[in-house]
């Protein structure tokens, strides 16, 4: 094999690491990576115009709400209150998520919130 062959194949070679690399960065694999909470997922909370995901992990209870058509930037909410203590809140007007909130619940029940435009959820309370 000629060297201009070779050099041929290396560049076709490290233009694919190159782009599979860049591919694992854009679109990570699991949605707990685009979600930023830890743990593991104990509720998927759904409604007309999204989701509000509940992660829980040693006593922690997180919560992020994901809309129906990312991309647009739309008023969004995600809260999370522990029984006996106030609600952890943030909302705005995002374009991907509200979110991530997290409290600590040890043994407690939490009641978990989520809105995306007009839809909205409320869980009452749960995982007691």
Not at 32 to 53: E, I, M, P, Y
Not at 69 to 93: F, T
Not at 95 to 120: E, I, L, N
Request: charged share 20%; proline share 4%; aromatic share 6%.
């Amino acid at each position: 094999m000629d060297s201009g062959g070779m050099r041929r194949r290396l560049a076709v070679g490290l233009a694919v690491l190159t782009a599979s690399g860049l591919l694992a960065v854009v679109a990570p694999g699991d949605a707990q990576a685009a979600t930023s909470c830890s743990g593991r997922k104990v509720r998927t909370l759904s409604f007309s115009t999204g989701d509000v995901h509940v992660y829980k992990r040693r006593g922690y209870v997180c919560a992020v709400t994901l809309p129906e058509r990312p991309g647009i930037k739309q008023y969004m909410s995600v809260s999370v209150q522990a029984r006996g203590n106030r609600p952890v809140v943030d909302e705005g007007r995002y374009f991907r998520r509200a979110g991530p909130v997290t409290v600590h619940a040890g043994h407690r029940c939490v009641w978990v919130k989520g809105r995306v435009g007009r839809g909205s959820v409320s869980s009452g309370w749960i995982l007691c």
